[in-house]
């Protein structure tokens, strides 16, 4: 049942921010529902939840659509430029923003929105996401659009066998974010968010321990 798995989750949720004296209510469990059916983000709804995430836009306008309008919708997929204005029309929260020509369709449109610069922390060729090294310039430039308000950093990171071994990662993604915006930190999933919470994330993003596993 969702209804226990939510309940498993927060339990370990607040095991993990109180492990390192943080408050549980400063994380914000973001529930990822590509892949799922519109009934199914109802019933998590229906539990409680109220923050979202897609990871295709044309996928989530249906859902954002059908279902309450007090949900907070974040995109965490990869978001061509070209489809930047018409997500910033259905998201509140983008946390993949790497490039300026993302920026500049957003600021097309009429929609503000939250953003998170992805960083592709452990510099994995193929990976999305700009470079640690690349931030200060990328962040510097995205001043500029006014419609796109940086908040923090979000990451995916490398696969890893043992959720400890994102810890390196999680911290470094922490330490950057220090001086990006409110410093909100993305990170986390089913398999390793009680490690980035201990970590510092702001947001977590979990699919399938909340709604099982994709098809
Ligand atoms: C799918 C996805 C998640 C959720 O992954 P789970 O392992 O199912 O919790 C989190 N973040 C991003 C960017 C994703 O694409």
Request: with cysteine; net charge negative.
């Amino acid at each position: 049942m969702m209804q226990d798995r939510l309940r498993e989750i927060q339990a370990r949720m607040c095991q993990a921010a109180e492990s390192v004296g943080r408050d549980p209510a400063s994380v914000t469990l973001i529930a990822v529902s590509k892949t799922r059916s519109i009934p199914e983000l109802q019933a998590a709804y229906d539990l409680g939840l109220r923050h979202f995430g897609e990871s295709k836009v044309q996928e989530a306008i249906p859902k954002v659509e059908a279902l309450p309008t007090d949900i907070t919708w974040h995109f965490i997929g990869h978001l061509q430029s070209n489809k930047a204005r018409k997500c910033a029309e259905y998201f509140s929260v983008i946390h993949s923003l790497s490039s300026e020509g993302q920026l500049k369709e957003i600021e097309k449109g009429s929609n503000a929105v939250d953003g998170l610069i992805e960083i592709n922390i452990a510099q994995e060729p193929q990976k999305s996401g700009i470079l640690p090294s690349d931030l200060d310039q990328f962040g510097t430039s995205a001043l500029q659009y006014k419609r796109t308000q940086i908040r923090g950093l979000m990451t995916i990171g490398p696969q890893v066998d043992n959720p400890e071994e994102m810890r390196p990662w999680f911290r470094t993604l922490a330490n950057l974010s220090a001086s990006v915006g409110s410093g909100w930190k993305s990170m986390g999933m089913s398999s390793d968010f009680e490690v980035a919470i201990q970590e510092g994330a702001s947001h977590i993003r979990v699919g399938t321990a909340l709604f099982g596993e994709r098809v």
